[in-house]
């Protein structure tokens, strides 16, 4: 195929943006990128798709998300982190069925991909949503996820025994690192390879020590990658501190074996400089996720001084009740300019930094850039084609803003995954979205009433 007449911000090692450019595939492969009249010349019998107006640019990698919690969107708004988990998000997450967990993951995965988004992180998918749903959610849909299956053994955040978990949230060592071995064995690399299966570790104070040791010496064995929460609040930090001799976020996950290329630690709000040059030295990835850390006031995570210690930061949603969106182009506006607010320096992580957070750094830390996250010869052909034409767009002068600073998921006409057309004029092609909203609503709704919030969730104004 084709895709001509539009501009193409590439994100390869030159950064070249081109006009009046096209993009061939072949199969799963990018073959051939130039300008418009030469790769029409050179192909003429290719099937060809106009993308006059649009700008081209590699799909999107969120590298934290959340796919059962998009049944719970709007469930858990303007409370406080203790509140938020210990009295909505956890009792709902406690009541879920399997069947709750696909219907979740097929709402997600529709969401993800009309904006724009070809790759995820899962960050820790529980054993009662049913594993295997949310493979075959992300094997139906086209989609190419990277899915963490819990691993704990303490139902409890950090040290407090106040924020218990639900008893329904609650796993053993058996249940969620085997569980998360057999799902490896089962589902790693199915669905054309677009499946990976991860660790996706709970926060300290969630995982025994031992636990933790355990996980990552299987995750050097077998080249599992983890994933975790990590000094997303102060009684993170709290915690690491009541731990042996005191440690702080780095150390202590450095003494269990969790700082590695191939972990992706998520957050990261409450670091010292010390826990920085620590980070940066490993080679550990950071996902960060501004408008959840905003949201639920955990603070702001230091990126300007991360970028200067040369860690490499990408981009996650966080879940639906703590984001109230998947929309990772959302996600980059607002990573470009709170960083600005904080510091009061405009020029703080620029719109190509966001851009590069989004894509090309998102393959990095899952591991994926020698496949996507650019758009190279010789890559997977993962792209999304934004349409540039409506007046909320124009006039535009610079690609990497109108993309980074104004566009929305709504603007999104095309997606392409694995050389697949998935999205195709802003309409979903596998999956029935209609179906996918009905039975999300359906379930939604059982899921609260299943866990006793009926009355809790909903409008705080009078609603007649």
């Excluded at 993009?23 to 050179?42: C, E, F, V």
């Excluded at 696909?102 to 969401?111: D, F, G, N, P, T």
């Excluded at 001799?245 to 972990?263: A, N």
Aim: charge should be negative.
């Amino acid at each position: 195929m084709l895709f001509t007449n539009t501009t193409i911000i590439t994100l390869d090692p030159t950064r070249r943006i081109l006009t009046n450019a096209a993009l061939r595939t072949s199969a799963t492969l990018i073959t051939d990128i130039d300008k418009t009249p030469i790769l029409l010349t050179k192909y003429p019998h290719d099937e060809v798709h106009d993308l006059s107006g649009h700008i081209l640019i590699p799909g999107l990698i969120s590298t934290h998300m959340h796919t059962a919690q998009t049944l719970l969107r709007g469930c858990a708004d303007d409370l406080e982190l203790v509140s938020w988990l210990c009295e909505r998000i956890w009792v709902l997450q406690g009541n879920f069925t399997p069947e709750d967990g696909y219907a979740a993951a097929r709402l997600s995965v529709v969401e993800m991909l009309k904006g724009g988004t070809t790759c995820f992180l899962e960050s820790m998918f529980a054993d009662r949503y049913g594993f295997d749903g949310l493979c075959h959610a992300v094997e139906e849909s086209g989609i190419r996820g990277c899915l963490g299956k819990i691993v704990m053994d303490t139902g409890r955040y950090a040290q407090d025994d106040a924020w218990a978990m639900h008893p329904g949230l609650i796993e053993d060592r058996e249940t969620s690192l085997g569980g998360a071995m057999q799902m490896w064995e089962k589902w790693n690399g199915k669905a054309e390879d677009r499946i990976r299966v991860w660790f996706g570790a709970r926060t300290p104070g969630g995982v025994s020590s031992e636990l933790y040791q355990e996980m990552t010496a299987l995750s050097k064995k077998h080249n599992i990658p983890i994933t975790m929460h990590c000094a997303e609040v102060a009684a993170d930090r709290d915690f690491f501190a009541s731990v042996g001799e005191g440690h702080t976020p780095m150390s202590y996950c450095d003494s269990v074996g969790l700082l590695s290329p191939s972990t992706v630690l998520v957050h990261m709000v409450h670091l010292d400089d010390g826990d920085i040059a620590r980070l940066a030295a490993s080679g550990t990835h950071v996902a960060h996720c501004p408008t959840s850390n905003a949201k639920l006031a955990s603070g702001t995570c230091r990126v300007p001084d991360l970028q200067r210690a040369g860690v490499n930061i990408s981009l996650g949603t966080d879940g639906a009740p703590c984001n109230n969106s998947c929309d990772m182009l959302q996600e980059m506006k607002l990573a470009g300019i709170i960083h600005k607010g904080v510091s009061g320096d405009p020029t703080v992580v620029t719109a190509e930094e966001v851009l590069e957070m989004a894509t090309i750094n998102g393959a990095k830390a899952l591991g994926l850039d020698r496949w996507i996250g650019s758009l190279e010869v010789g890559k997977k052909a993962d792209f999304v084609a934004i349409d540039a034409r409506g007046v909320a767009m124009q006039p535009w002068f610079n690609p990497v803003s109108a993309v980074v600073y104004t566009a929305t998921g709504r603007d999104v006409g095309l997606v392409v995954v694995d050389g697949k057309v998935v999205v195709k004029d802003g309409v979903l092609l596998t999956m029935d979205e209609g179906e996918v909203i009905r039975e999300a609503q359906r379930r939604s709704r059982e899921v609260v009433e299943r866990a006793g919030l009926a009355g809790k969730v909903g409008a705080r104004w009078p609603v007649v």
